[in-house]
């Protein structure tokens, strides 16, 4: 057993696109005070058409892996976090593992709604504590445009693309992943869903017709339940943690609305600065979202060595979930231009040994006798 596990990495990736509320504006019947006053958002960002979350993924794990200085064959464990991943199967962190060349991961996704990164934290320190692992990649990516219906002023305002990655490491030294806590309701799910295309509503005619593949949310509900979820996980990962609220240096709640962090800052009695946020410039990016706060507060410096910090999220399932962290991690120093160019020849390699083992994959489908067609000819 290593008792701890620290975040020793982190990286980002968000689209260039940016999608302002006055551009919604002329879009659906909205406008920007209506979305500044009622969610705090004024822009988000949306991927190109050849932007995905597998390669949002991959931008964020490169850098997250170029923070901690490891190379992607370090890696025990890949695990995204996502409602939107490129297929239903397989998992995009397979494709992940295979892009980044992390020849011995294991690599799986997991579907926790908006809670997903929290619930990626938490299992992958646990099986780090545990000694199943050394060293783990957690990554919460979304591309929430390609499910979201551009007619429906009421979702269509608040989401964006993007994603976040951190590297976990098990270590002897006090600090890193203290506690976490994770929950779930189903009796919720249907306040937050995207009704078709799994095995209940199978893509139809029927199922486009309806608008089936795009999110739909009862807001107010989901409101309701996010502003008592969220201080009251906080409250309880510090218990567990043996902490208390005043311990905290920062807070990194779900980036969904701003009232709903307020609520939840009031409700804690936090001081607002002690609070990140950055959900005016990316808007509800889901699983992405605590992560690429938590990118941007470790590189703005809002967290230092020794500091206290809790992720707290919801989101779809109903799920909720939060994460007590001790940061142990100094600011990173730029990588040298001659290790930026070993990096890059690495990742180069990857995409050739992909490659390589497709042509070698269908050279042996070409030369072996298939042993099925055999069977059946015995059978005959
Ligand atoms: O990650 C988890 C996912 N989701 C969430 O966290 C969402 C949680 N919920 C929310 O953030 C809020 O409920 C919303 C931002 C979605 C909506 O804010 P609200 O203050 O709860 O508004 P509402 O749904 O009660 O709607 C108030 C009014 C309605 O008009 P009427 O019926 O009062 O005439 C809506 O039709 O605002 C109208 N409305 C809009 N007006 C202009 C709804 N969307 C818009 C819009 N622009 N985009």
Redesign the pocket.
Known sequence: MTPYAHIVGWGKCVPERALTNDELSEM????DE??LA??GIQERRIVGEEETTLSMSLHAAQQALEVAHLRPNQLDLIVIATVTPDHLFPATSCLLQDALGATRAAAFDLSA??TGFVYGLGIASHLLIAGVYRTALVIGAETLSRITDWQD??TC??FGDGAGAVILQAGENEGGILATVLGADGSGGEL?HLPAGGSRYPASHRTVAEGMHYIQ?R??E??RF?VRKMPAATQEVLQKAGLSIADVNLLIP?Q??Q??IEAATRALDLPPERVYSNLHRYG?T?SASIPLALCEAADEGRIQPGDLMVCVG???GLTWGAAAIRWTRPQPVPTPPLRRFLRRLLYLLATTRSRLRKAWRWLNALLTRDPMAKDGRKEQ
């Open positions: 659906v019947d909205t406008s209506w979305i009622r969610t709604g908006c002023r009421a305002v608040l937050l949310m807001g107010r989901v409101f996010a779900h969904a609305n009232r709903i509800n889901s919801f989101g779809a």
